[in-house]
């Protein structure tokens, strides 16, 4: 079965940095874009980046400038650079992706999601 797994989160001090992982566990096909979102306590889910499969990187302005997406097709990963981290930015993240079984089947999976605490 195929999943999501994020890692790297933790506790940060204000302008410090983390690099979040996303990696894919279990024989996939392929893999369309990758997106990363993050909810913070009593708030509703935002997307945050997105990276398709050709490369193509799209940031939320809250982010921009501060935050870098990337991905890995040969270890099925993506990866979300965070630095100058700030107080809102406090959150737990998850990545989410379109992904095509082995069967050949695409289907959207989510992580389960990492939390990123930004606080002095």
């Known amino acids: 079965q195929v999943q999501l797994v994020e890692s790297g989160g933790g506790l940060v001090q204000p302008g410090g940095s983390l690099r979040l992982s996303c990696a894919a566990s279990?024989?996939?096909?392929?893999?369309?874009?990758i997106n990363w979102y993050r909810q913070a306590p009593g708030k509703q889910r935002e997307w945050v980046a997105r990276?398709?499969?050709?490369?193509?990187?799209n940031y939320a302005d809250s982010v921009k400038g501060r935050f870098s997406i990337s991905r890995d097709n040969a270890t099925n990963s993506a990866y979300l650079q965070m630095n100058s981290l700030k107080p809102e930015d406090t959150a737990v993240y998850y990545c989410?992706?379109?992904?095509?079984?082995?069967?050949?089947?695409?289907?959207?999976?989510w992580g389960q999601g990492t939390r990123v605490t930004v606080s002095s």
């Open positions: 990276i398709t499969a050709a490369g193509t990187t």
């Open positions: 279990g024989r996939v096909r392929g893999i369309n874009a």
């Open positions: 989410k992706a379109a992904m095509q079984s082995m069967s050949f089947a695409w289907a959207e999976y």
